[in-house]
């Protein structure tokens, strides 16, 4: 794999397309190591934190998982980020003993902090600005059914959100159009997500048509100030999944409301695939992971 100077993951953009793409094409090959139960030990020898500051499950238990499958040590550290101690001085003392930290937290100017001191490696387990291992996982999936990600449309139904922002991220990258359709209030306005410079191949709509031709259609839950009236026409059901391409991948994304962001129906629904692309979760943080500590 191509190798940069940082090997930190806060933000998507954060990794050429060239890293990216091996990464999300080695996630096809651990998910083959992971079904044969040969794993590579890639880990050994490594140690890794893993600190949860934050509530969910899904990322860090495949975190664990991850790092055991492959021979490294995980530790659970109970650490809560702007509390009492400095950033600085928790760097210094993790540093003492790991290789590698994993941090799910609020802030990602806590991570920002938290990386600029230590010198282990840090990995964004999800923040409420963004979620860059969701994606990375999301990604590897849809390469894995697809054969390839480029120029992939993914149209997001989803508000100015950790979910939606990560794929903003992916959009500068990688080869991804990316629309996000909602009600104008919670459509994306971040100037560092939106500054042209980036290039990001992301634009912002209110038009439910733009699913018609969508490779890939995401959720998010509803924001918690929304109405119903308000989110009724943004809600996926079933015929709306009819409607659309017949190769087409729903990823809502989890804890799923059913009766808010998608009907019940729709969760059953052919196109619906996120409890099978949430596997390359996992896959894609052994990958993330493996090439951190090369």
């Not at 990258?173 to 560092?192: C, F, G, I, K």
């Not at 998608?262 to 099978?276: E, F, I, K, L, P």
Request: glycine fraction near 6%.
């Amino acid at each position: 794999m191509t190798a940069i100077d940082r090997k930190n993951f806060l933000e998507f953009h954060q990794l050429p397309a060239s890293v990216a793409l091996d990464l999300i094409d080695r996630a096809g090959v651990l998910a083959d190591a992971w079904a044969q139960r040969r794993m590579p030990q890639a880990l050994a020898g490594k140690h890794v934190a893993l600190i949860a500051d934050d509530s969910g499950w899904r990322n860090t238990t495949a975190f664990d998982l991850g790092i055991q499958a492959m021979g490294g040590i995980c530790v659970h550290a109970p650490i809560n980020f702007n509390v009492r101690e400095a950033t600085s001085d928790l760097a210094g003392y993790l540093d003492n003993w790991f290789d590698v930290m994993v941090i799910r937290t609020k802030e990602l100017d806590a991570l920002k902090a938290l990386s600029a001191a230590a010198d282990a490696a840090v990995i964004n387990a999800r923040t409420q600005s963004n979620h860059p291992c969701e994606t990375l996982g999301d990604l590897a999936y849809i390469n894995r059914k697809r054969g390839g990600i480029g120029r992939l449309k993914v149209v997001g139904v989803a508000p100015d959100a950790n979910i939606l922002r990560s794929w903003v991220e992916a959009s500068i990258s990688l080869p991804l159009d990316v629309v996000q359709v909602y009600p104008e209030t919670w459509h994306v306005r971040d100037a560092a997500l939106l500054n042209a410079d980036l290039r990001a191949n992301f634009r912002v709509s209110t038009d439910m048509a733009e699913l018609s031709d969508a490779d890939v259609i995401i959720t998010d839950s509803w924001p918690d100030e929304a109405s119903a009236q308000q989110m009724s026409g943004y809600r996926i059901s079933a015929s709306e999944l009819d409607g659309d391409r017949d190769d087409l991948i729903f990823l809502p994304c989890p804890p799923v409301s059913r009766g808010q962001e998608v009907t019940t129906d729709a969760m059953n629904h052919a196109a619906c695939q996120s409890r099978q692309a949430k596997a390359f979760l996992l896959h894609a943080q052994n990958a993330l992971l493996e090439w951190i500590v090369s």
